[in-house]
């Protein structure tokens, strides 16, 4: 995703950053649940760095399975986004079994903030965009088995798969630039390593693999390796996929 600043973001700049339609957000300024601070003398919405933070908000707590009555509730009281997610995780600690995976969920993203910090508008932006995408694209039951995968790892494997990942790329683009027929051994060795990477992400799980492949088909190969791969290099590996 390109770099987002400072300057107040229009509506359709805010929707293709996020994901979130200008439909939704026209309702949501309708009904007082997200109003931008800022409008243009032609009456054109402006939204600015506090709106992306209460968009963020908005989003997460949609995600843990509130109302945007509920949601304008809880947003109505002083609270920020961390003491925002604790209250509700107490909330879903008296719900059935059912609501299990909603909790770890919840418990997840507090995590994210201990780790984060104070995010920039830029960070917001872009995990309202992936949360966004990822709803489309996978089922409740494979989020939890993703957030699952993810917990085993643990911070040092995911950050060591996220090196591995970056090592290939750049390893596969330095074989693109030389013209690396696909089917020479040196390219049948990187698409091997790309496929155990690929498994080690769906964990063998066909109906998680053909989840990620109709999110890269409908997002686009930039967009939905957040701007990792390009369409000439993904073509590339795929020659050298099916060389093998």
């Known amino acids: 995703m390109s770099e987002i600043g400072t300057e107040a973001l229009a509506v359709g700049a805010l929707s293709r950053s996020t994901g979130v339609t200008v439909r939704t957000l026209h309702h949501w300024d309708a009904i007082g649940l997200l109003v931008p601070s800022e409008r243009t003398s032609a009456g054109h919405r402006r939204y ?63 995590d994210a903030f201990d ?22 694209y996978y089922t409740p039951e494979q989020l939890a088995e993703l957030e699952e995968r993810r917990r085993q790892l643990g911070p040092e494997g995911m950050e060591q798969a996220q090196r591995d990942w970056a090592t290939l790329i750049d390893e596969v683009r330095e074989e693109h630039r030389r013209r690396t027929d696909p089917g020479d051994p040196r390219m049948q060795e990187l698409a091997r390593r790309w496929q155990a990477l690929v498994e080690q992400f769906t964990g063998g799980n066909p109906e998680i693999a053909a989840s990620l492949k109709r999110m890269y088909e409908d997002q ?3 967009r939905a390796s957040r701007g990792m791969i390009d369409p000439e290099l993904s073509e590339y590996v795929q020659r050298a996929m099916q060389a093998r």
């Open 48 to 110: 600015t760095d506090a709106d992306v933070r209460r968009l963020y908000r908005i989003v997460a707590l949609r995600g843990l399975g509130m109302g945007l009555d509920a949601i304008a509730a809880v947003l109505g009281g002083d609270h920020d986004v961390k003491a925002t997610v604790r209250h509700h995780l107490a909330a879903l600690d008296q719900r059935i079994e059912a609501t299990r995976a909603l909790r770890d969920r919840v418990a997840g993203l507090l």
């Open 115 to 136: 780790a984060l910090g104070e995010p920039s508008t830029a960070a917001f932006i872009e995990t309202i965009e992936v949360m966004t995408v990822y709803e489309q």
């Open 220 to 222: 686009g190969v930039e």
